[in-house]
């Protein structure tokens, strides 16, 4: 088996292409079960995002696994497969395994560091996983990954630290106030940055909105949205007072706040500070304003330096997410060696032959001296034991080793002969292994209790 990868992301196609490749959830299933029945793909999960789009598989060794996840996107979408292939890039073998791991610690994310990519892998999966798409090497990758997205969230500060115009208000009015909680935001002009910024302040403690627009319906719509109030536009600065941060983002060639009116709205506020953020290009606010004692102004190039500073906190800090996804290669790397039917196998005889010889040494001390050949009876019989007891269970394991679930039987007799055990005898993979047995169990008990159900309603039929 051999790990595919096909994709296509926001930095190698636009946005008018990646919205023909999407898979919605409720196509999913579909997808999963035309993509699984493709001789060549044993395993798959589909990532779908609005900045990306992803196919992983599990593909034969000896097949073209891209080509043949190409053919199925393009057939799947009713695209042309020589125009579809400029915008895709494709990964092997253990390419696959980092570039994963690095989308789900968002070091590849359009915004390094986010963090909804983690939730969004974990859809994928489930989705693969519901309709037996995953089987044994990706229900172990993709759990990995999910602790690797852990790891990288507690042990690395990647998620802090704003790197958006409109949560870098946030930062910034935090260093104003001790705390958003209970503040009152007043918004001038109702655009999709307007929107963005008072959407941030909220989630983050704002308790009132107000909304001014020169188009009252519009001020009405976005108030609407934050059970805010939208008040009339040359009611503005009269209700300025009431606000302690100020967003304006309008169309305006010309300032539409200055000094003198923003000094008129600090009356009777008893010092408390005024927080106005200029959003503008051109300005709403007279740079001026800055003037006026316990008033502080930001314009977009104030937001744009800490979002630049920020970003190079987050460059640090994916450094050491890099090391993390270094070391959970080579773990992941190491279970895929164990994991191998082959390996396994030859693993189980050669534990069982050290145990037949050990008690072969043993039980020579007790008989005393034998002759040769009842040494060789002895010895012949002893390894025709050992042969045939583990001929059945070994068949078996590389029967349904090629399996979906085929990881489940080699993880479960990796256990059951303590092939990983560590000194202590703890074995690292026994919470899993209980798991699985525990699946299996309840299986077994609604079968059992289908099957009475189904002869009690045959009875109680006759």
Not at 111 to 132: P, R, T
Not at 163 to 182: N, P
Not at 283 to 291: G, K, L, M, W, Y
């Amino acid at each position: 088996m051999h790990l595919t990868l096909v994709g296509l992301s926001h930095k190698t196609a636009p946005v008018e292409i990646r919205e023909k490749l999407t898979f919605p959830a409720h196509r999913q299933e579909e997808a999963l079960s035309l993509l699984s029945a493709t001789p060549d793909v044993a395993e798959a999960v589909i990532l779908s995002t609005c900045n990306r789009t992803e196919i992983y598989a599990v593909t034969a060794m000896d097949a073209d696994g891209p080509g043949a996840i190409i053919d199925f996107l393009a057939d799947y979408h009713d695209l042309d497969r020589h125009d579809l292939v400029r915008y895709l890039y494709f990964s092997e073998g253990e390419a696959v395994v980092k570039h994963l791991f690095r989308v789900v610690a968002s070091l590849d994310s359009m915004v390094l560091g986010e963090a909804q990519i983690l939730g969004q892998v974990k859809e994928a999966y489930e989705a693969a996983f519901s309709n037996d798409a995953a089987g044994r090497i990706f229900n172990k990758l993709f759990r990995q990954s999910f602790e690797l997205g852990k790891r990288v969230r507690t042990e690395t500060d990647i998620g802090e630290n704003a790197v958006s115009i409109s949560y870098a208000a946030v930062e910034l009015a935090r260093r104003v106030f001790d705390t958003l909680d209970g503040r009152t935001v007043l918004i001038l002009g109702a655009g999709k940055m307007s929107e963005l910024t008072a959407k941030h302040l909220v989630s983050n403690g704002v308790k009132k909105v107000l909304v001014a627009n020169r188009t009252y319906e519009r001020a009405e719509e976005l108030a609407c949205k934050f059970c805010g109030t939208a008040i009339r536009y040359d009611e503005m600065f009269d209700r300025m007072g009431e606000a302690d941060i100020v967003i304006s983002s309008t169309a305006a060639t010309h300032y539409v706040i200055d000094k003198e009116q923003v000094s008129r709205a600090m009356r009777g506020r008893r010092g408390n500070p005024l927080f106005l953020i200029d959003i503008a290009v051109p300005r709403d606010i007279d740079p001026a304003v800055n003037e006026l004692a316990d008033v502080f102004l930001y314009d977009i190039d104030d937001l744009s330096g800490v979002v630049e500073s920020n970003l190079e906190e987050r460059m640090r800090e994916a450094r050491k997410a890099e090391v993390i996804i270094a070391e959970e290669m080579a773990a992941f790397e190491q279970w895929l060696e164990s994991m191998e039917v082959v390996p396994t196998v030859a693993a189980i005889r050669a534990k069982a032959e050290q145990i037949r010889c050990a008690e072969m040494e043993k039980a020579l001390k007790r008989l005393g001296g034998l002759s040769e050949k009842e040494l060789k009876t002895v010895e012949a019989l002893t390894a025709s034991i050992v042969n045939k007891m583990l001929h059945g269970p070994t068949a078996r394991l590389k029967g349904v080793a090629a399996e979906k679930d085929g990881y489940s039987y080699v993880e479960a007799a990796r256990f059951l002969y303590g092939l990983d055990s560590n000194p202590d005898g703890e074995n690292p993979h026994a919470g899993l292994i209980k798991t699985l047995l525990g699946r299996a169990e309840k299986a077994a008990e609604r079968a059992a209790g289908k099957a009475a159900n189904k002869e009690m309603g045959d009875t109680i039929g006759c």
